[in-house]
């Protein structure tokens, strides 16, 4: 064969497959309406499709996003984080008998297959665990959908703290309710814009970005868990929520020991969200160990200044020793600086009436107190849930319109996390994926 012929019979071929694609594949204008949460005729995990571009969609469970591994049929699918592979498209091919069928973009002739027994990459067949119906999407009525807080920061604007009371623009009182994350290091799939959507529609108007420091966190991993924080705080501006930037100091017990690290982080961070009323930040989760409130006072006033000097009006968080829990110890020896508030946390199984005295203490001294972490469990995180005692504290924040957020927004199988083992918060959170814990701090938003 010519030359010639052979580029015109290659073109042909070409054309061809080009032809079959535009056929078989959903035109990209059209393609959007694709987006939605689908399930196999075989049943199985439901799986989420969003729009990529042109006709290409990403598929998720639980967050994280189908990628194909080996090209096989019958090969499992690995979940794995998002990055933008041809491994993790897919388009979107409509079976003639009602349903759709997802195409991967790594190879066309394989198609995704869910059955309870799993996810699947099988040989492009019109078998029911191809088939995927749209379900609906979560109720949104009774709370579950996602939507923007009603009641964030285009209603109450920059906060300020007057006497012991956080205000908003108009010196108003205001009290903000809201999850706090896991670390983001594990669980940031549970801070994006849909899952802290999803908490909006309970009646939430607080998400508290949790950073370790330690334990993989920051200080491992600079860049990543930066951009993770800043994808977690956009996500909750975007919803209209009041976010707190946290920096969880745990495991190394003294904010001091990275204290140059926090100052670069946090004239970082002020500096990109200077003009941003939905942000508070909290320099140190819980001081802890042999941590004195000297130690956190020297601290703070290295940072904070750092802070006010990109975003003056900011409101900012400070920890206490002992797990942030000696308010009394702030109250007693306070900072100089104006729209400051001590941070006091509570697990429910393990702290009761000494830890509000304390908070009674602090707020009797002029003391401003924010509750930036607290749990139905005891302190390890697991146990209970107790209910009736969280009750009691929490009648005691409302008395004294102390704002809070819960311990924590994700599915590890640990008594304090909000969901159920496998829960996707991406498109809403139904009342049946709540845990007991979620279920109890959900109410009460
Ligand atoms: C816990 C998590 C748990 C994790 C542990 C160590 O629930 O899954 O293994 O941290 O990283 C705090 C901390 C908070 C703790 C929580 C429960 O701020 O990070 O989370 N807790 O132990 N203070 C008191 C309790």
Known sequence: MSFRRCTARLSAILLTAALLTALT??????????????????????????????????????????????IRSGAKLKKASWKKKKSQLWTVKKRSGGGVSFISCANKNYALSVTKKG???????????????????????????????????????????????????????????????HGLQWFGNFASSGAIGATASYGANLFRAAMYTAENGYLSDKTGMYARLCAAVDAAVSRNMYVIIDWHILSDTNPRSHQGEAKAFFKKVSARYAGTPNVLYEICNEPNG?????????????????IRNNSPRS???????????????????????GNIMYVCHFYAGTHFAFLREKVSTALSKGAPIFVTEW????????????????????????????????WSLCDKSESSAALKPGANADDGISSSELSASGKFVFARF
């Open 119 to 181: 996810l699947f990459l099988k040989k492009k067949r019109a078998e029911a665990s191809q088939v995927f119906k749209k379900v609906a999407a979560k109720k949104a009525a009774a709370g579950g959908a996602v939507t923007n807080a009603k009641d964030g920061a285009a209603q109450h604007g920059w906060l300020s703290v007057k006497g012991t009371q956080l205000v908003d623009a108009s010196g108003r009182p205001v009290v903000l309710h809201g999850m706090s994350s």
């Open 25 to 70: 594949a959903v035109p990209a204008a059209a393609a959007a309406k694709y987006s939605g949460a689908f399930q196999s005729k075989s049943g199985g995990a439901k799986v989420t499709a969003k729009l990529y571009r042109s006709g290409k969609y990403r598929l998720t469970v639980s967050g994280k996003t189908l990628t194909v591994g080996k």
């Open 375 to 406: 749990g139905t469990s005891d302190a390890s995180g697991n146990g209970g849930v107790f209910t009736k005692e969280a009750a009691t504290w929490l009648s005691f924040l409302a008395e004294h319109k102390i704002s809070w957020a819960n």
């Open 315 to 337: 409101v900012i968080l400070v920890g206490t020793p002992t797990w942030s829990q000696d308010v009394d110890l702030a109250a007693a020896d306070p900072l100089s600086f």
């Open 290 to 306: 042999g941590t004195s409130w000297k130690d956190v006072k020297t601290y703070a006033e290295a940072v904070i200044p750092v």
